[in-house]
């Protein structure tokens, strides 16, 4: 083995990469089972073979190598690399495909110079296209990758004027907080509030009261021309919506797979009582997650084709097509970025969860799910890894309801008239003006207020700074969220948030960020102890 390795090395050296490979082929032959030498000669094959341009046999060189050492960096780095050399210049799905697995193994690699390299050469290709997609709808922004320790972020397109929304999104998954007063009057996929009419002061006709009520029922009647209203699903009645679409939605996207069917002993029953009692929704939304990877999962075999790519890209996404597909169904959330973030309760939650898909699956005929595929997705390791991912990316929303907006609108057209008068006709009732803006933030309008968590695809890519030029704001009856700038921004520039409050003294800032997001803030205030 020693002196097949050697004429391989030399070989190498000298620019010889086919007997390179066969010299390290032979050296491999000699190896005896357990050998700690085997991962080492696969993975240098696998160059020779890479700079001898076989791309799709340096491809299951490496393979072999990750098979013997899943963990092992150098391997994640060559794999990476074969793979944004097959994608080459190519546009078309096998190279996207071929991009997201090289992006998966980035993710896997150490910090380093060449590492970075690496990540922003495969970020260059795979994010416009990704992201791309995403931001059809955001004219104003792209994503870009920075590099080093700030990763990818936003960058603005065009000029935006402060005080300016600069881009709003709809999240790729979000929910209510259990067990709040106000989870019965929130759709269940949107998180639309209801208002209540018991949610209302009373008072006699002519007061403030009943001119609210007033503006409620109006409101009502709205609704109910627009055939809006509280609907259930039709299968378990536990989860509310706002709408017949709402509720199609949420049944194609994830709860087909969780709904407990009526059944208080069904797995997901169990679990979200445990999540109500204990004050979580993490557990929740990641049942979310799973079920929706799981969804996309059976499309994707489903649609899964090749003939786009050439030879070599094709006999690579052949040779590993379960792989490519499960890439394909978790893109959603891969692209995320979490250090797992583990605790007590995790294997109970994740076996809640394995059961209940699995009971549903097995309801639904979803014959082509075998127990090693739902295991490979709904595993504690990936339950911890979405924690962490939901833990340093995601955003509470505080959807407003239809009575805040009323009063809004009111305002902002007295505002545009240039009206100077002492009230403001809302919905035709009529408000002092004063009385309108004070409403907006009174104890009964944010009564009306549910709390959730949503992960926003571009919104939560933001990067920090302690002198923010955006801020995160809701704005809607949903779980939409705007993206609003606090300053001008010029083309190119990169859009930040902050993720603490930047008005703590710096230490505190700094122990902040780095306990709760893993990096040391490098702003220009921290660096200068402001």
């Given at each position: 083995m020693d002196e097949?390795?050697?004429e391989g090395n030399d070989a190498f050296h000298r620019g010889d990469y086919a007997a390179a490979a066969a010299a390290y082929a032979r050296a491999i032959a000699c190896c005896s089972s357990g050998c700690s030498l085997a991962d080492v000669l696969h993975c240098n094959r696998c160059l020779a073979l890479r700079r001898a341009g076989l791309l799709a046999e340096a491809c299951t060189a490496v393979n072999e190598s990750l098979k013997l050492n899943p963990t092992m960096a150098k391997a994640h780095f060559h794999k990476a690399s074969v793979l944004l050399e097959l994608a080459g210049d190519d546009t078309a799905d096998c190279a996207h495909a071929l991009l997201r697995r090289a992006w998966r193994h980035c993710a896997l690699l150490p910090p380093g110079a060449e590492s970075d390299r690496l990540r922003a050469a495969v970020s260059r290709r795979y994010f416009p296209r990704y992201y791309g997609q995403l931001c059809e709808g955001l004219r104003t922004v792209r994503v870009e990758y920075f590099g080093g320790e700030r990763g990818k972020g936003v960058a603005a397109r065009e000029d935006v004027a402060a005080w300016r929304t600069a881009f709003a999104e709809t999240p790729l998954v979000s929910r209510a907080k259990p067990g709040s007063t106000l989870e019965l009057q929130t759709c269940a996929q949107c998180m639309r509030s209801f208002v209540v009419e018991e949610q209302l002061p009373t008072g006699p006709q002519g007061s403030y009261a009943a001119r609210l009520a007033a503006v409620f029922h109006v409101l009502q009647q709205s609704e109910l021309s627009q055939g809006r209203g509280f609907c259930r699903c039709a299968h378990c009645a536990a989860e509310v919506y706002c709408s017949e679409e709402c509720k199609r939605v949420a049944w194609e996207s994830h709860h087909k797979l969780l709904c407990s069917g009526g059944n208080q002993g069904h797995p997901y029953a169990k679990l979200y009582a445990e999540c109500a009692e204990a004050g979580r929704v993490n557990p929740l939304l990641i049942a979310r997650m799973l079920a929706g990877t799981l969804i996309r999962l059976g499309h994707a075999k489903a649609q899964l084709s090749w003939e786009c790519g050439n030879a070599a890209q094709r006999a690579v996404l052949e040779a590993e097509r379960d792989t490519f597909a499960l890439d394909k169904a978790s893109e959603w959330l891969e692209v995320f970025v979490g250090a797992p973030c583990p605790s007590d309760d995790d294997a109970m939650f994740t076996e809640h969860i394995r059961l209940a898909i699995s009971g549903n699956t097995s309801a639904l005929g979803w014959s082509w799910l075998a127990d090693a595929t739902l295991t490979q997705v709904v595993n504690v390791d990936q339950f911890r890894r979405l924690n962490g991912v939901l833990m340093q990316n995601a955003s509470q929303v505080h959807p407003v309801s239809d009575l805040h907006l009323a009063?809004?609108?009111a305002l902002k057209r007295d505002f545009d008239a240039g009206a100077s008068g002492a009230t403001v006709s809302v919905l035709g009732v009529p408000f002092g003006v004063e009385e309108?803006?004070?409403?907006?933030?009174?104890?009964?309008?944010q009564a009306l207020?549910?709390?959730?968590?949503?992960?926003?695809?571009?919104?939560?890519?933001?990067?920090?700074s302690c002198t923010p030029n955006c801020a995160l704001a809701s704005s809607d009856n949903s779980h939409r969220i705007g993206v609003v700038t606090c300053t001008k921004l010029r083309t190119g520039d990169e859009l930040c948030v902050s993720y603490i409050d930047e008005g703590l003294p710096t230490k505190q800032r700094c122990e902040q960020l780095q306990r709760l997001y893993g990096f040391v803030c490098q702003c220009d205030k921290c660096k200068h102890g402001l």
């Open positions: 097949a390795k050697r009063f809004e609108a309108v803006r004070l409403e907006t933030s009174s104890a009964v309008m207020t549910p709390e959730g968590t949503a992960l926003f695809a571009v919104a939560n890519t933001l990067n920090h």
